[in-house]
């Protein structure tokens, strides 16, 4: 987190912009809309992964994790920043998870957290702890309404105490904006938010906003609109106006340590990067400007371009730099670009957007996640031979030489408690309605979805989802409905043209959906997609290797050493009172036992089906693990003299790629099962080799 101060001359350039008046504010629309919170069940090995989750770390930090267990804003006494952010973190991915499973374990620690915080509103409307000014940061109450917002969707009974409890903070908010933006900018001795975090992400007031001004505004309208429009020119005040980055001229395509940068230091930090992909669409929502969405899609375009990792999820361990594969990429980053590609998916509907949600959900995601889902990464490289303590900390920005070993707090927390959102929030995006009144499966794992459509909400609708997607390309669906709808089924951009649906060619629509008229009563209907391995061209004479929403990467065998959990701060070992008390937290070493310096011939792969890929079948658990997958592939590939640079791999282009011995084939797996992997590897022409 290195920091620059914002200057005086941005605050002064953007200071002008004014408060949009109510008169001139209409919501903007979107194109397809998430259902309720609980509507949407997981099946197959996508339930696997959410119950491993509840089993996890995810699902039991509330009983013995420092940050969450002890929260002040539970009544305890620890907070790993003056943020105040850990536990509002938690509880933003803990509620999706709780009523996705409808383990009753975890809805009782999620109404636990939320009848304390209700419970203990204070008299003047603030939420959480804090009592002066000095202290009280808008920020992490900003991820305690996306939980509540959540909350009172999935739970009917708790909506008007959540509903009712919003209002008042909002009130309170919004005359604290009005007063020199309080609580937003930082004045005189305020510690609530030196580094300028939260002011870099004014917009994530927006989305619970604007849930409440479309369900429930209570006569309170102008001034929901009128706090949504205060954070944003609280922003751009201090210089943190996102419409100012996402340009062709302003937009890094590269940032090293000598780079020359005009803009704030907020802009080029791969959280706020990620979670500023939504920031357009906030205003959109607020004013219709049709500008806006076109930004947005630039914004995808310059940050897909220039900082996306063959993983899907952005370069920057830290702050972003290059398109190295041996620098690291956050796991808060996946995460938020899971949700912010799921955000924006819904509003643009580009059917790239959405291959890039599942492309972020199957790679980076799980390649940082053990599979047991007890210990996690901070930072994962797309090449990244082992995992463990570094003997130098020089190839990240602001991470420590621990940042790629799988643990409990391998570095800052924030990992720790935020990544738990990424796989619920998928599965509640997975199925949306459409303007035209239908429903559409548009990422491709395997649930149920169940509600109600038409205009009276008088249709009662059930669609089950069988498959094994990403690991087959089939999908089996069984609906039911009172009466007739239109059902649509996102075909991904990499299907090719023998892709089916019902037997006869798919055909969608120019965003990737293919149309079927559902009638009432019951009815199934079948998708075959299909595809060949992609050879996708990187930096310097490199390619990375996909199969569907499948990126591959060499399997690396690994011995692993497990330790104590160490404290990201100080390296030593964690006291008992923030560990599990089973002994389950554990930091994992992994050290290769088979050759990860390879260069590969793409002319030469072969695909190979190590176990059956019908729906009906019953595939690994933990998936996410070496050998678990049913698909693997078998790629042309000779040993080569790969140099260690800062004690990892070096960047393909620094070094002659010259072959070691014989070519051989190659086992190649899903990225996401492979903790140790190769993903970014050089090209050589190679003699034939027997890949079967």
């Not at 094994?468 to 951009?493: D, L, V």
């Amino acid at each position: 987190m290195r920091l620059k101060n914002p200057t005086g001359v941005l605050a002064a350039a953007f200071g002008a912009q004014a408060v949009l008046s109510e008169s001139v504010i209409h919501n903007g629309s979107a194109l397809l809309r998430p259902l309720d919170l609980g509507s949407i069940k997981p099946l197959g090995w996508f339930k696997d992964q959410l119950q491993l989750e509840a089993e996890g770390l995810s699902g039991n930090m509330f009983d013995f994790y420092r940050f969450v267990h002890d929260a002040k804003w539970i009544g305890g006494s620890t907070e790993y920043s003056a943020l105040d952010e850990a536990s509002p973190y938690w509880f933003n991915g803990l509620v999706p998870l709780a009523f996705g499973l409808g383990d009753v374990r975890i809805l009782g620690q999620v109404k636990y957290y939320l009848d304390y915080v209700l419970d203990h509103q204070q008299d003047d409307g603030w939420l959480g702890f804090e009592t002066t000014r000095t202290t009280r940061g808008l920020w992490a109450r900003c991820l305690l309404l996306l939980g509540f917002v959540q909350y009172a969707e999935a739970d009917t009974t708790q909506t008007e105490r959540i509903v009712d409890s919003m209002h008042r903070y909002v009130v309170l908010a919004h005359s604290m904006l009005k007063n020199n933006f309080t609580g937003l900018l930082v004045h005189g001795n305020d510690t609530f938010d030196t580094a300028g975090f939260g002011v870099g992400r004014t917009h994530e007031m927006h989305i619970p906003l604007q849930w409440l001004l479309e369900r429930y505004p209570k006569n309170n309208t102008g001034i929901l609109r009128e706090t949504m429009a205060l954070m944003i020119d609280g922003g751009v005040v201090w210089g943190a106006d996102w419409r100012t980055f996402w340009t062709e001229e302003a937009y890094p395509k590269i940032y090293l340590e000598n780079s020359t940068y005009d803009l704030s230091w907020v802009f080029l930090h791969g959280v706020n990067m990620a979670e500023g992909l939504r920031y357009p669409l906030s205003i959109y929502r607020m004013t219709g400007d049709e500008a806006l969405k076109t930004q947005t899609r630039v914004a995808l375009n310059l940050l897909a371009k220039h900082h996306r990792s063959t993983a899907g999820s952005i370069i920057a361990d830290e702050y972003i730099a290059d398109l190295n594969p041996s620098r690291g990429s956050e796991l808060c980053i996946a995460a938020e670009m899971m949700f912010s590609t799921a955000y924006i998916y819904q509003f643009l509907g580009d059917n790239d957007i959405a291959d890039w949600a599942e492309l972020v959900a199957f790679n980076a995601f799980p390649a940082a996640v053990a599979p047991d889902w007890w210990s996690h990464q901070y930072v994962q490289q797309e090449n990244q031979p082992w995992s463990r303590n570094l003997s130098t900390a020089e190839n990240w920005w602001d991470v420590g030489s621990y940042g790629n070993v799988f643990g409990l707090e391998p570095d800052y927390p924030c990992c720790t408690v935020n990544h738990p959102q990424a796989y619920p929030k998928f599965l509640a995006n997975s199925f949306v309605t459409t303007k035209d009144g239908g429903m559409a499966h548009v990422f491709l794992i395997p649930g149920t979805a169940a509600t109600k459509l038409g205009k009276l909400g008088d249709n009662s609708v059930f669609v089950t989802a069988n498959t094994n997607y990403p690991f087959s390309n089939s999908i089996e669906y069984f609906i039911s409905a009172a009466s007739a709808f239109t059902f649509y089924i996102r075909i991904p951009n990499w299907a090719d043209k023998n892709s089916t649906v019902n037997s006869k060619p798919a055909a969608p629509d120019s965003n990737g959906l293919h149309k079927i008229d559902i009638p009432a009563g019951e009815s199934s209907a079948s998708v075959k997609l299909y595809t060949a391995p992609r050879v996708v061209e990187r930096a310097n004479n490199t390619v990375a290797i996909y199969y569907g929403a499948l990126l591959y990467a060499l399997a690396i065998k690994h011995a692993a050493v497990s330790t104590a959990p160490v404290n990201y701060r100080s390296g030593t070992v964690l006291p008992a009172n923030t560990t599990d008390h089973a002994g389950r937290t554990k930091d994992h070493i992994l050290t290769p036992k088979t050759a990860w310096n390879i260069a590969i011939d793409p002319r030469q792969i072969f695909t190979l089906h190590t176990a059956p890929a019908k729906n009906s079948s019953k595939i690994a658990s933990p998936i996410w693990d070496l050998g678990a997958p049913p698909v693997e592939l078998r790629v042309a590939a000779v040993e080569i003299d790969w140099p260690v640079i800062r004690d990892t791999a070096a960047d393909p282009g620094t070094f002659e790629v010259k072959a070691i011995g014989r070519p051989f084939s190659a086992r190649f797996v899903p990225y996401g099962s492979s903790k140790l992997h190769m993903a970014v590897l050089p090209v050589l022409d190679l003699e034939n080799v027997d890949l079967r």
